[in-house]
């Protein structure tokens, strides 16, 4: 699937080993969440074993952004399957240290390394 809603161009991409990569480009905010969120319902459908956020080109996150990491993470572990970030630039990782989110959601320094925690 490759969708680009307002100023969010999503792809979801599943790995060899199972991972589904969903990969964020843009502003993830109010008017882009829900495609977003679409897309982890998607990701979450298939049988892999988790679901990576690729956070490299995300650019603007606001607290809807930030809600829709949650509500990612617990649909996740609703499904039986886990949900964590990865590539986050160094004002992203601040962003979600600030939110505690660090303590909730895995920040992963690469999708490499995502992918492999989960096999």
Partial sequence: MNDT??????SI????????VIRLA???DHY???GFRQAVEEALRGTGVGVVADLSA??????????AFVTAYSQAEA????FSVAALSPAMVQLFRVAGLDQVI???PSVQVAVDALS
């Fill in 79 to 82: 499904a039986g399957s886990s």
């Fill in 32 to 34: 882009t969440g829900a």
């Fill in 13 to 20: 991409d599943p790995s060899p080993t199972g991972a589904v």
């Fill in 106 to 108: 895995t920040l992963h």
């Fill in 26 to 28: 843009g502003e993830l």
């Fill in 5 to 10: 809603e307002g100023a969010l161009a999503i």
């Fill in 58 to 67: 995300l650019d603007y996150c606001d607290s809807t952004g930030m809600t």
